[in-house]
């Protein structure tokens, strides 16, 4: 079974400056989705980022950007320029494309200070 | 577009008592999943509805069920709650399923059971 595992339960970032949060996957398909959701206090999951197995470039939006690594089944996400807005959980999942359900990390709780 | 709705936003419930938990997709989405979020496990995936047919079920025991209408709206239902069963229950819809397709989520329920 595919299992996805975020070893930062906690990360902290000064406003501005850049942040990086850890998710490994494991898995036997080649073929599959990553995604890192944000999930504010109180507001609902949305997404920030995606990333197509079979692709080999990093995605990126505005300031938010991946470092896929396939073989070594890990999916960083890089947060630049941090904003206080940017304060949420943070969850990686991973979608099969066999029984396509989303398997979640267990999240990171990104503070930034001011 | 409106996103993602989900009712109610808050229960109580007492042990052995059932609970129905309703999602009205964005419209236009046809496809709805349902994850129970806690604590202690996470996220995790409950079961997915596409044209009023469910096409995937987590590893959730049977008092866990659900259902999608015509209209693409689904409800999930709990039957004879256990403290267990207190969590945050999420709805997602996306316009199919397919794990290209990316999933809004709503605000979710929060279930007590006491």
């Known amino acids: 079974a595919q299992t996805v595992t975020q070893s930062q339960p906690e990360m902290s970032v000064q406003e501005a400056e850049t942040v990086t949060l850890s998710c490994t996957y494991d898995?036997?398909?080649?073929?599959?989705?990553l995604f890192w959701y944000k999930q504010p206090p109180s507001r609902q999951m949305i997404l920030v980022i995606r990333?197509?197995?079979?692709?080999?470039q990093n995605a990126t939006e505005n300031r938010f950007s991946v470092n896929f690594q396939k073989a070594a089944k890990s999916f960083s996400l890089k947060i630049s320029d941090s904003q206080l807005g940017d304060a949420a959980m943070y969850f990686c999942?991973?979608?099969?494309?066999?029984?396509?359900?989303?398997?979640f990390g267990a999240g990171t709780r990104l503070t930034v200070k001011p | 577009k409106a996103g993602v709705t989900q009712t109610p936003r808050y229960l109580i419930k007492t042990r052995g008592q059932q609970v129905t938990l309703s999602c009205s997709p964005i419209?236009?989405?046809?496809?709805v999943s349902w994850y129970q979020q806690t604590p202690g496990q996470g996220l995790q995936f409950l079961f997915e509805?596409?044209?009023?047919?469910?096409?995937n079920k987590g590893n959730f025991p049977g008092r866990f069920s659900g259902r999608q209408f015509s209209n693409s709206r689904s409800e999930m239902n709990v039957s004879t709650l256990e403290l267990g069963d207190s969590a945050l229950y999420l709805c997602?819809?996306?316009?199919?399923?397919?794990?290209?397709?990316?999933?809004?989520f709503g605000p979710g329920t929060r279930l007590l059971v006491l």
């Open positions: 997602a819809s996306s316009l199919f399923p397919g794990i290209q397709e990316t999933q809004y």
């Open positions: 898995t036997s398909e080649s073929d599959y989705y």
């Open positions: 990333q197509e197995a079979y692709k080999q």
């Open positions: 999942a991973y979608r099969s494309p066999n029984n396509n359900d989303m398997r």
């Open positions: 419209s236009g989405h046809r496809s």
């Open positions: 509805y596409f044209s009023e047919t469910q096409r």
